[in-house]
């Protein structure tokens, strides 16, 4: 459910609406590519290695520190290319990306939860 709800808060602050199909560049890149690169990186090496460090690896509500810290940094990492509230919004789903690779001890779960976020937001909004 985070990713219809910051669809909603995207929608809410004006976003424009997609008309029109999406481009095969943008929805490979988008739905393919970047999910598979960024959960590698995050979910992979830097939540991976903070979970590594006993008290980042403790969790409330199922959240770990080390899930919200690498989210923190990973929205972060959204404000080179998109706007403070689109990349604020990451945050969100990216918490759940982190539970999942967590709850499965693996990068499949959070990739195509990643991949299905992505491709409702391109599916939905006028971007790129």
């Known amino acids: 459910m985070a990713g219809p709800i910051c669809w909603l808060g995207l929608y809410a602050a004006g976003l424009p609406l997609r008309s029109g199909t999406v481009p095969l560049t943008l929805f490979l890149m988008s739905v393919l590519v970047y999910p598979v690169l960024e959960e590698i990186v995050f979910r992979g090496g830097i939540q991976g290695a903070l979970l590594t ?67 409702g937001f391109i599916g939905f909004f006028q971007v790129g």
């Open 53 to 119: 460090r006993p008290a980042l690896a403790r969790s409330v509500m199922g959240i770990s520190l080390a899930c919200v810290l690498t989210s923190i940094l990973f929205a972060a990492a959204h404000l080179l290319r998109q706007p403070p509230l689109w990349a604020a919004l990451v945050f969100i789903p990216s918490l759940v990306f982190g539970w999942a690779r967590e709850r499965h001890d693996s990068l499949v779960s959070p990739t195509a939860l990643h991949m299905t976020y992505n491709a």
